[in-house]
């Protein structure tokens, strides 16, 4: 007969905590979460309630009533109006110390 020293007793021990570990947590996930049927909905009404007008989407008629130069004007416009207010601030602001306590 042989005998069992420290090292295999500390191992069969560990092997059947490693075991029961295991079986333990084999059914842990099994079973659907009902959030799982249900995963995505949230955000989807989230965006329906926030649509102001929803049967836009559905209409497949382009916008009518401004053309594309008169389009590329307007922006065009924009840009240099932007840019002039840029070169503004880029200058920095003047202060007038006279009347500050007044």
């Avoid at 560990?14 to 009902?34: K, M, R």
């Avoid at 009404?45 to 559905?58: A, D, F, S, V, W």
Wanted: hydrophobic share 35%.
């Amino acid at each position: 007969m042989q005998t069992l020293d420290k090292v295999s007793i500390k191992q069969a021990v560990a092997g059947i905590l490693f075991s029961t570990l295991i079986t333990g947590c084999a059914e842990w996930n099994s079973h659907p979460v009902v959030a799982e049927q249900n995963f995505g909905h949230a955000v989807n009404n989230m965006i329906k309630n926030q649509t102001l007008y929803p049967e836009h989407g559905q209409n497949d008629n382009p916008t009518l009533g401004l053309d594309g130069q008169k389009a590329q004007g307007v922006i065009r416009a924009y840009r240099e109006g932007a840019s002039e207010r840029l070169d503004d601030a880029k200058q920095g602001a003047t202060f007038d110390a006279t009347n500050v306590g007044n």
